[in-house]
């Protein structure tokens, strides 16, 4: 049995690969794990917002390289993943994080169009980057992977059908992958996000928002991007070893409270 010491807490020298790390939680997740010591991908379909994060880290003394990446695209995620292992020489985490908003009503004339963008980015893209990361992740003494979904996965909105749909698709990639890969030591873990202070939510009113985390949340507020970067970070400790398959909502008690 192992003795509690020699589970490690640390990330020094790890290397991640965080997905759309140019804002939002991604961004937060991209600089918490470079202060923890670990190098960082920083992709993102945008590459000049990568490459923001990326000279953030840099400029705080971390490490970090950025790329552009549609993680739609299969053969981009397939030579960016190898331009990420081949460049830190190996990987060791991923987290998918890139993601959309895209609501449609049920009869719109745009929702065959949301629809399959949904699928395409929010679920088809984390078997994409997954299945390019194993054989490295297969080489690593800590493997972990994190998905991002969101508490839409669990209890959905008026007119988010494919949003919603694809989210939960995520928490069954997650447990599918979990049981699939458990084996080689490869840990499958997933991330509810709740109502998080992001771009996603910018463009709602301020008004708006502090009524529905005063009525929706037990805590009564937004979440701040960090915080969910913080959950995904411990997820990927050496020490989280035994810790896979679970979905885990960070929402400020959104989901425990019933009225």
Known sequence: MSQPAALSRSLQGSIVHVTGAGSGMGRATAEIFAAEGAHVAATDFRGETAEATA??????????????????????????????????????ILVNNAGISAFSPIDSNDYDAAWAKSLAVLLTAHQL????????????????????????????TSRDSPYAAAKAGV???????????????????????????????????DADRATYARRR???????????????TVSLCLPAASFITGVTIPVDGGLMARNA
């Open 217 to 231: 949340t037990a805590l009564g507020r937004y979440g701040d991007p960090a915080e969910v970067g913080h959950m």
């Open 171 to 205: 928490t069954g990639l997650t447990r599918a992958l979990a049981v699939e890969l458990g084996k080689e030591g490869i840990t499958v873990n997933c991330i509810c996000p709740g109502p998080i202070l992001t771009g996603m939510t910018d463009r709602i009113p």
């Open 129 to 156: 980057t997954i299945r390019a990361a194993l054989p490295w992740l297969r080489k690593s003494k800590a493997p972990r992977i994190v998905n991002i979904a969101s508490t839409e996965a669990l209890g959905a």
């Open 55 to 92: 000279e953030a880290i840099r400029a705080t003394g971390g490490s970090a390289r950025a790329w552009a990446l549609d993680v739609s695209d299969a053969d981009e995620v397939r030579r960016v993943t190898g331009e990420v292992a081949g460049h830190f020489g190996g990987l060791d």
